[in-house]
């Protein structure tokens, strides 16, 4: 019987094509995490926003909730963690010092 043999040019197609396989998963993990990041720097960024005009036209005064938020009309729609699309809790404490937000995330 013969043996067949793998021409070498094969071992050099798989080799490539197990090193593209692995950096293309490697740079899709990369992209996903930037984006969930960015998503997340977004969301919070909207919240303090609005939580601070609130306060500076001195609406809110103390410890704030974001439902407050709500009922003074500065946030249209609910707060939705981009990752897990859960609604952020409306009892989230919000507070103003030293001219910076701050949310007890």
């Known amino acids: 019987m013969e ?3 793998i021409s070498v040019l094969w071992y050099f197609v798989i080799t490539f094509a197990i090193i593209g396989i692995i950096i293309i998963t490697k740079t ?3 992209i996903k995490d930037q984006h969930e990041e960015r998503s997340i720097y977004s969301m919070r960024s909207t919240v303090e926003y609005y939580a601070k005009r609130c306060y500076l036209e001195e609406k809110c005064n103390g ?3 974001l439902q407050t938020l709500y009922d003074n009309e500065y ?3 609910e707060v939705v963690n981009p990752v ?8 989230l404490e919000i507070k103003y010092e030293d001219e910076k937000i701050i949310i007890n995330w």
């Open 63 to 65: 410890t704030v909730t």
């Open 75 to 77: 946030l249209k729609n």
């Open 28 to 30: 899709v993990v990369v």
């Open 3 to 5: 043996k067949k043999k």
């Open 84 to 91: 897990t699309k859960e609604v952020i809790n409306h009892d």
